[in-house]
T-cell receptor
Framework: QKEVEQNSGPLSVPEGAIASLNCTYSDRGSQSFFWYRQYSGKSPELIMFIYSNGDKEDGRFTAQLNKASQYVSLLIRDSQPSDSATYLCAVNWGFGNEKLTFGTGTRLTIIP | DTAVSQTPKYLVTQMGNDKSIKCEQNLGHDTMYWYKQDSKKFLKIMFSYNNKELIINETVPNRFSPKSPDKAHLNLHINSLELGDSAVYFC??????????????FGPGTRLLVL
């Protein structure tokens, strides 16, 4: 059973600080990795994807991938109250494969 | 201009009933999905269709039957509803671009409550 694990939280971070969200996955051969954000009562939306080891930056968001350690993380710089949401890590075991496996999500609260 | 739409948004019904949820995407994508999200926010894939053909069928009771009349529509019919079927059901469609990767676009969800 291929698994994706996240700390469910809640994770509380002061406004303006860096929020760090982590995700581990069980299959060493996994190819592509995604972070989705889900506001309460809403649907998930893609915010970042990463395929290669290292860092990928997009605005205030940085995704980090370490395939040797089988973890992927999301850093949110200068956290804003609007970043308060559940963040879902998702893994595609094959590149271009249709199936995404989601983690259980981490609930993030930014404290003003 | 809703990209992925679902109806109904809310569904409250009695145990044992049969109900359907409809999904439509106007993005021109070939692949569509049904996911179930339980009360703990765990999002689990149920089915996937590619251009009307079933390609993923997870361990889902056969009371759940998807139907894709064309690649823009994927409906979900549920027979003999049980209390444990209460959840939010999300439809999604997938854009895959060689070299650029993929994005899944989710519908607004259907909140099903079985009494």
């Amino acid at each position: 059973q291929k698994e994706v694990e996240q700390n469910s939280g809640p994770l509380s971070v002061p406004e303006g600080a860096i929020a760090s969200l982590n995700c581990t996955y069980s299959d060493r051969g996994s190819q592509s990795f995604f972070w989705y954000r889900q506001y309460s009562g809403k649907s998930p939306e893609l915010i970042m994807f990463i395929y290669s080891n290292g860092d990928k930056e997009d605005g205030r968001f940085t995704a980090q991938l370490n395939k040797a350690s089988q973890y992927v993380s999301l850093l949110i710089r200068d956290s804003q109250p609007s970043d308060s949401a559940t963040y879902l890590c998702a893994v595609n075991w094959g590149f271009g494969n249709e199936k995404l496996t989601f983690g259980t999500g981490t609930r993030l609260t930014i404290i003003p | 201009d809703t990209a992925v739409s679902q109806t109904p948004k809310y569904l409250v019904t009695q145990m044992g009933n049969d109900k359907s949820i409809k999904c439509e995407q106007n993005l021109g994508h070939d692949t569509m999905y049904w996911y179930k999200q339980d009360s703990k926010k765990f999002l689990k894939i149920m089915f996937s269709y590619n251009n009307k053909e079933l390609i993923i069928n997870e361990t889902v009771p056969n009371r759940f039957s998807p139907k894709s009349p064309d690649k823009a529509h994927l409906n979900l019919h549920i027979n003999s509803l049980e209390l444990g079927d209460s959840a939010v059901y999300f439809c999604a469609s997938r854009l895959w671009r060689e070299g650029l990767g993929e994005t899944q676009y989710f519908g607004p969800g259907t909140r099903l409550l079985v009494l």
